[in-house]
């Protein structure tokens, strides 16, 4: 039982209502799949436009892969799953149910960094803090007792274990996470375990992720004059602010207010980036605003920023959006 | 699966009075003032006697959940003499300790508190901290934290953590010899 290979059979079963098209991708990384070493070449050129509800159950296998939280070895992957759910419990045990003091001289008013008063004290404000942000997040999806304590865990140990502050926006990307595992249609998948895992790696990732670096909005100014200077030079006019944008879409990288498949689809592009991600995001980015363009650019700065502010409300084809921004993006290779 | 063990932290309750600011003393030891901050502890019991409104609002400051008593030199209108809180599977009485004669003698706090039904009994005015058991029942008095407590003398200034658990109460004894001392002493529950 425990070195069963991992199923991937199932993800053809069930194809009814699906386009062609959408079955024939979900054949050919299946195929992929099917490999002893996967090829991630391969399996990123199939998967980079993002995966819509018709091609979500590949999600949970890629997401893993390109995480790094399966190896490229499939006969691996039960494994990994397994020996993961083990070390999570311990953690858990370790970081969150603690016994009593043990320390003959501790004492509940005692602030040395051994005593477990302390340190009982230090997290409980953690998982306060943490939970403040937590019942307000993806509140449709993850409402539900038991995902808001999961959530509220994944975060709390990430934060413990390493030693980190924790900073609204993690509270978004670990619910992306963990929504993903959850609502996996194969059971095997949809562990606690793997979410925390899977945030962990993104974390250590995304290292100084939620610092706003002006040379990057400087950046992406540029490129945007570069691209389409008239809709550039209209919002600098009106005096807009593009480091309001940043926050919104270069830190919280598109996982907040959207609808979740939305966000879901907007990762699937940048996990399949690799080593580009920040390249391809710019490219995203831009990609919206020549897509709001005829709004854009007859808007004043009060209508600009309300149609920037509310992106997720907007009637936009996310598919048609993606698109281009993968060709800005080879367009900006050649130059 | 699960061995028996404590459960892991309980609740906590400050146990303090007798401060008499600013007639016998000035404010809190600081070694004192240093360890009782804002957030730590669940409850504050309050024995009496604090002294003027910036003392009393201080102590608010420690827990949302303050209890106060009337001590003999306390003159706000709207402070009880007397009251009664459940902690878990604990009840509590609470009393300065003036109205009690003799003054701190266990026999007679002892019928006060199987008056009132309690398990256990807080109480001030002797200046002494001191943990009893008596039958079934528990007296505590955490002395006074500035050592301060009435005209006569000084005492060892003191107060007391409680931690709350549901078959004992661990008991938090600090006092101000020089140092800060702490010892501990358990009380189970016994119905």
């Known amino acids: ?335 | 699966m699960a061995e028996e063990y404590d459960e892991e932290f309980g609740e906590l309750g400050l146990v303090i009075g007798d401060l008499n600011i600013p007639s016998r003393a000035s404010d809190l030891p600081p070694q004192f003032k240093d360890l009782l901050v804002p957030n730590k502890v669940q409850y504050v019991f309050c024995t009496g006697n604090v002294g003027n409104r910036e003392t009393t609002d201080w102590l608010k400051t420690l827990s949302g959940n303050t209890h106060f008593v009337k001590g003999d030199f306390d003159e706000a209108k709207d402070i009880p003499e007397t009251k009664i809180i459940q902690i878990g599977s604990w009840k509590l009485a609470l009393v300065h300790g003036h109205q009690i004669v003799p003054a701190g003698d266990d026999e007679s706090l002892y019928a006060f508190l199987k008056e009132m039904e309690a398990d256990v009994l807080i109480t001030g005015y002797t200046g002494v901290a001191k943990v009893s058991a008596v039958e079934k029942k528990y007296i505590i008095n955490p002395g006074s934290v500035t050592g301060g407590f009435n005209g006569q003398q000084t005492s060892i200034p003191s107060f007391l953590i409680l931690e709350f658990k549901k078959e004992k109460i661990q008991v938090f004894i600090y006092t101000l010899d020089g140092e800060v001392k702490i010892d501990k002493q358990e009380l189970p529950l016994q119905k």
Request: aromatic fraction near 10%; hydrophobic fraction near 40%.
């Open chain 1, 1 to 335: 039982m425990q070195n069963q290979d991992f199923d991937i059979e199932s993800l053809s079963q069930n194809l009814v209502g699906i386009s062609n098209e959408n079955q024939q991708l979900i054949k050919d990384v299946q195929n992929i799949l099917r490999n002893e070493i996967v090829d991630e070449d391969g399996l990123i050129k199939l998967c980079q436009q993002g995966f819509t509800n018709q091609t979500s159950r590949l999600r949970g296998i890629v997401w893993r892969l390109l995480l790094g939280y399966f190896p490229l070895n499939r006969k691996y992957w039960t494994q990994v799953i397994i020996k993961n759910k083990d070390n999570y419990n311990n953690i858990k045990i370790e970081n969150i149910k603690k016994a009593p003091p043990q320390n003959k001289n501790d004492h509940p008013l005692s602030r040395n960094t051994d005593s477990d008063w302390n340190n009982h004290f230090q997290d409980q404000q953690l998982w306060s803090k943490i939970q403040k942000d937590v019942i307000r997040t993806r509140v449709k999806e993850l409402g539900k007792e038991d995902y808001r304590e999961m959530l509220n865990r994944i975060l709390f140990l990430c934060c413990k274990l390493n030693k980190m502050d924790y900073v609204q926006g993690m509270n978004e990307f670990a619910a992306l996470i963990l929504y993903m595992c959850m609502s996996d249609p194969n059971e095997k998948l949809q562990n606690e375990s793997d979410a925390f895992y899977c945030f962990m790696i993104l974390m250590t990732n995304l290292k100084n992720n939620f610092q706003l670096q002006k040379e990057k909005v400087r950046a992406f100014q540029d490129l945007l004059k570069k691209v389409d200077w008239k809709l550039h030079d209209h919002l600098v006019n009106q005096k807009m602010d593009f480091s309001i944008l940043y926050v919104k879409w270069f830190m919280i990288l598109f996982a907040q207010d959207f609808h979740i498949d939305d966000s879901l689809r907007i990762w699937d592009c940048l996990f399949c980036q690799k080593n580009n991600r920040e390249e391809f995001l710019y490219c995203l980015a831009i990609s919206f605003l020549i897509q709001l363009r005829e709004e854009l650019i007859v808007g004043d700065f009060g209508q600009i920023l309300l149609i920037l502010q509310n992106l997720e409300k907007q009637d936009i084809n996310l598919s048609e959006v993606i698109q281009r921004a993968h060709l800005l993006q080879k367009e900006q290779k050649k130059c």
